[in-house]
C-alpha cells in the first residue's frame, strides 16, 4: 500500500513530466468542523486564543489539512497515487447559535507513472528568503527559553510553536503531563497540526506513559476523535506486563472504535486483536475456603478492592459490583469488546474488494 504522505496532490488537471495511466473518478473528504474533530479544537483553544482572528484562520488552515489528508487516504484506497485538479470549498453554517464550518476538498484521483516529481518547496535553489530565517530564529529562541520549563510557557507561545513545528512539542506534551498533569486542548490542538503517523505515535506513547485514569481517559478521546487507533500498538500494548489494568482497560474503550483505514491484512490483524483481548484479562480475585457455622468448607474469593466475602458464585463484589476480573457491567468488558471487534471483521470482509 502507497503511503499517504507520497500521495501527490495538485490543483492543476495535468502536471509536466507526468502521464496519466489511469483514471479513477472524482474523491472527495468532507470535514465537519464544529461538530466532531473541530468541537473539540475549538471548545479548548477559545479560551486559549482570547479570540484572536488570526487563530481563526489557522484553524481553517488545519481543517484544510486535515481534508486533505482524508483526500490522500481516499486516493489510496482506490490503488491511484495523486489527486488533480484538487478544489477546496469552505462554506459557514449558522445553527443555534454556534457557528460551523464544513470543508469540502475533491478532486480526481489518478495513477501518474511518474509519482517522484519534486514539490517546489523541495527545490533547492540555492537561496533562502528571510522570512524563513526569521522564524528559523524565533524557533531557536522559543525552543531555548522553554526547553527546561516548557509549562511556563503562554498558550500564545504554544500555539506559535505549533505554527513553527518545533519537533519538541511532542517532548513538552510528555514532560508537562508527568510534571504537572496533561492539557488536553493543547494535545488535541498539537496533533492536529502533526503528521498522522506521528500522532498515532505520539497518542500510544503518552497512553504507555501515563498512570492516572483521567488522563487516561483524555488521551483515549483523543486517539479516538483523531481515528489514531493502530491494531500492532494496541496489541503489544495489551500484551506488555508493565501496564496495569486500568490501561488495559482504557484500551478496550479505545480499539472498539474503527480505525482511518483498512486493508485486507487488517483480518488477520483483528484475529489477533481479539485473542489478545481475550488473553488479557484474567481473574484476579483471590479464593479462600472458610469454615462455616457447621464446620462445612465455604468457598469465597476475595475483590480487588479487598472486600473479601463475596461468595464463590456470586459473579459480582458486594462492595464495589466488580467481576472477578475487576469489572463493572458498565465497563467495556473484554466480551462487548470481542463482539465488537468481530463485528468490525466481518463487516470489513464484506467491505474490501475481493482479491
Ligand atoms: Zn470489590
New binding site residues.
Given amino acids: 500500500m502507497n503511503n499517504y504522505m507520497d500521495v501527490l496532490i495538485t490543483t492543476s488537471s495535468t502536471l509536466d513530466g507526468a502521464k496519466i495511466k489511469q483514471y479513477f473518478g472524482i474523491v472527495s473528504a468532507h470535514v465537519v468542523a464544529g461538530t466532531n474533530v473541530f468541537s473539540d479544537i475549538a471548545a479548548g483553544l477559545s479560551d486559549f486564543f482570547g479570540g484572536r482572528s488570526a487563530t481563526y484562520a489557522d484553524q481553517i488552515s488545519r481543517i484544510k489539512a486535515q481534508a486533505l489528508t482524508d483526500l490522500k487516504y481516499e486516493a489510496i484506497e482506490l490503488g491511484a497515487n495523486a489527486v488533480i485538479s484538487v478544489t477546496i470549498d469552505v462554506d459557514e453554517v449558522s445553527g443555534g447559535g454556534k457557528s460551523m464550518f464544513m470543508i469540502t476538498a475533491y478532486g480526481t484521483a489518478v495513477t501518474l507513472d511518474k509519482v517522484h516529481i519534486e514539490n517546489s518547496e523541495d527545490t533547492k535553489t540555492g537561496l533562502v528568503t528571510g522570512n524563513v530565517l526569521a522564524d528559523a530564529i524565533e524557533k531557536r529562541i522559543l525552543v531555548e527559553q522553554h526547553k527546561s520549563a516548557p509549562l511556563e510557557m503562554t498558550n500564545d507561545e504554544w500555539c506559535r510553536l505549533l505554527e513553527l513545528k518545533v519537533p519538541e512539542m511532542g517532548d513538552f506534551i510528555e514532560w508537562e503531563m508527568v510534571n504537572s498533569g496533561l492539557k488536553e486542548e493543547r494535545l488535541f490542538a498539537y496533533v492536529a497540526s502533526i503528521d498522522f503517523d506521528d500522532s498515532i505515535a505520539l497518542g500510544y506513547k503518552l497512553f504507555e506513559k501515563t498512570s492516572k485514569e483521567g488522563e487516561l481517559r483524555t488521551i483515549q478521546k483523543v486517539i479516538n476523535k483523531m481515528i489514531l487507533v493502530d491494531y500492532h500498538r494496541s496489541i503489544s500494548l495489551l500484551k506488555s506486563k508493565s501496564n496495569s489494568l486500568a490501561h488495559k482497560k482504557a484500551m478496550l474503550n479505545t480499539i472498539i472504535k474503527p480505525k482511518r483505514l483498512y486493508s485486507r491484512d487488517d483480518i488477520n490483524l483483528l484475529n489477533e486483536l481479539i485473542d489478545t483481548v481475550e488473553a488479557s484479562f484474567p481473574t484476579i480475585a483471590i479464593f479462600k475456603k472458610k469454615k462455616g457455622l457447621l464446620g462445612k468448607e465455604k468457598e469465597l474469593w476475595e475483590?480487588?478492592?479487598?472486600?473479601k466475602e463475596?461468595d464463590a458464585d456470586d459473579s459480582f463484589?458486594?462492595?464495589?459490583?466488580?467481576d472477578k476480573r475487576g469489572f463493572k457491567t458498565e465497563d467495556t468488558t473484554p466480551e462487548k469488546a470481542i463482539r465488537y471487534l468481530s463485528m468490525i471483521k466481518e463487516t470489513l470482509n464484506e467491505a474490501l474488494p475481493a482479491q
Avoid: D, F, L, V
Fill in positions: 475483590c480487588m478492592c479487598s472486600q463475596n463484589c458486594k462492595s464495589c459490583g466488580r
